[in-house]
């Protein structure tokens, strides 16, 4: 029977479970035991948990430790549509220049963990696409009421807008709450630069000018949301709890 192989890696790092599920669906021609080191349940046989920590470890079938490099050679060269790559990489040329791209990795590897952190998210892709949408509409909708502040002096409308302006900006809050910073749109100088001229504009025209194009906002906004919910419904009927969200009720004008 072959001898087993060790791969220790950081199970808290994004990035390195990723890879790791990948090797794991692949066939290796040693039995492989994947040790999570990140987990303070699992024994490392007097092996420095902060030592395994800090870069990618494996001990080969005679007992070897090998780290960085010279450890994902050896662990590719055991893994079945990945050994022409161990060749490549196991020569006096490839393998210090992949040793040291490796340690500028381990250097820039924290900021990567944090981004990928940030970005992650229990809700479902199609949620996911539907509240940025969701949040750029919001991002506009609260530049909507500072463009009208901005325009106007008229007592009415300034009273307006401030009451439109702080609901817009609880509802803009409460998506913002269901997304990573970083998975929010990439377009948000657009929606402001859009919603601001959308109140501004009928602002500097007449109050009914500005009543009405608020109305059409939020008739397209409740039209919008109530696709969503569509959408949505057989899902939850399904009992897919990732899909109960409360979305901003709009208050009509």
């Not at 990618?56 to 994902?72: C, E, Q, T, V, W």
């Amino acid at each position: 029977m072959d001898k087993e192989i060790q791969v220790f890696y950081d199970g808290s790092c994004p990035l390195c479970s990723k890879e790791i599920s990948l090797y794991k669906n692949t066939q290796c021609t040693n039995p492989v035991k994947w040790v999570d080191v990140s987990n303070n349940e699992t024994e490392l046989d007097n092996q420095s948990r902060e030592k395994l920590m800090s870069r990618f470890h494996i001990k080969d079938s005679d007992g070897n430790m090998l780290s960085g490099a010279k450890a994902f050679v050896h662990l590719w060269s055991n893994m079945r549509g990945w050994k022409y790559l161990a060749k490549v990489s196991n020569n006096p040329v490839v393998l210090p220049i992949a040793e040291f791209m490796y340690n500028k990795f381990l250097v820039v590897r924290p900021k990567i963990k944090s981004f990928i952190e940030n970005c992650e998210t229990d809700i479902p892709n199609h949620l996911v696409r539907d509240l940025r949408s969701d949040y750029a509409g919001e991002v506009g909708a609260v530049q909507i009421y500072k463009g009208i502040l901005f325009a106007t002096k008229d007592k009415e409308l300034v009273e307006f807008a401030k009451h439109h302006l702080e609901t817009e900006n609880k509802h803009l809050e409460m998506v913002s709450s269901y997304l990573p910073k970083y998975r929010r749109t990439i377009l948000k100088p657009f929606w402001i630069v859009a919603g601001f001229l959308t109140g501004y504009l009928p602002a500097i025209v007449s109050k009914n000018a500005t009543y009405r194009t608020i109305e059409a906002v939020e008739t397209f906004v409740d039209h919008h949301y109530q696709e969503q919910i569509v959408d949505i419904l057989p899902a939850l009927k399904d009992g897919d709890s990732s899909c109960e969200m409360r979305m901003p009720a709009h208050e009509n004008v």
